[in-house]
């Protein structure tokens, strides 16, 4: 099942910033204020050593809090990354990236994941022309993702997103206004900046 929890409570307990909140709001400015220290009343007295195996169950939390999914759902992102000729990090990433929902996020379409897989299952996202309402249709390089139509486009929380000037599109991706197109093989390396993919493949490969 995938988590629907309080989003600051695992963002500090994996002590980083996960982008489950939004930036500049009051919950994510208290996150930042917390993020070093546990959740629970005895989150003062710091972090305990861990084992290896426990180091490998929390890249993999992160890696499925970053992405909401559920541990079966990335399990099966594994399954099938194994079955492919390759590296297995290399083409876990790849899933996970052309997740519609992270793409949508990506292009800065919207401000975190939650919200991109909200504008999705709400029918406000097209690809190729055509309404898609799930979240986790894998997109084809060419595909292009535009918004169903212009009330979707001026969503006050879509107006917000899209007016962010500093957003750095990874070079797999392409942004023209309102209309984003896959133009590339995505790779690991900004998911590699969050999670230690080597410890995920370790996880699974018990």
């Given at each position: ?45 710091g972090r305990r050593k861990v084992s290896e195996r426990g180091r490998q ?90 918004f169903a139509n212009e009330e979707a486009e001026k969503m006050p929380d ?30 690991q390396e900004l998911i590699e900046k969050q999670v230690n993919l080597r ?8």
């Amino acid at each position: 099942m995938r988590y629907t929890g309080p989003k600051n409570r695992i963002a500090r307990r994996e002590g980083m910033d996960l982008g489950l909140k939004t930036a500049g709001t009051k919950s994510h400015a208290s996150l930042l204020k917390k993020l070093n220290v546990l959740p629970g009343q005895h989150g003062t007295r710091g972090r305990r050593k861990v084992s290896e195996r426990g180091r490998q169950l929390r890249e993999t939390q992160k890696l499925k809090f970053i992405f909401g999914l559920s541990t079966k759902q990335l399990k099966n992102y594994f399954r099938s990354a194994v079955k492919k000729t390759g590296n297995t990090a290399l083409i876990l990433s790849e899933f996970l990236e052309r997740r519609l929902d992270n793409i949508v996020y990506r292009f800065g379409f919207s401000l975190t994941r939650p919200a991109a897989r909200q504008l999705i299952v709400h029918k406000h996202i097209k690809v190729n022309g055509k309404v898609l309402g799930i979240p986790s249709c894998q997109v084809k390089i060419n595909d292009l993702i535009s918004f169903a139509n212009e009330e979707a486009e001026k969503m006050p929380d879509v107006v917000k997103a899209i007016s962010v000037k500093d957003i750095i599109l990874p070079k797999w991706l392409e942004r023209k206004a309102v209309v984003g197109k896959l133009i590339g093989q995505p790779n690991q390396e900004l998911i590699e900046k969050q999670v230690n993919l080597r410890l995920v493949i370790e996880y699974f490969s018990r």
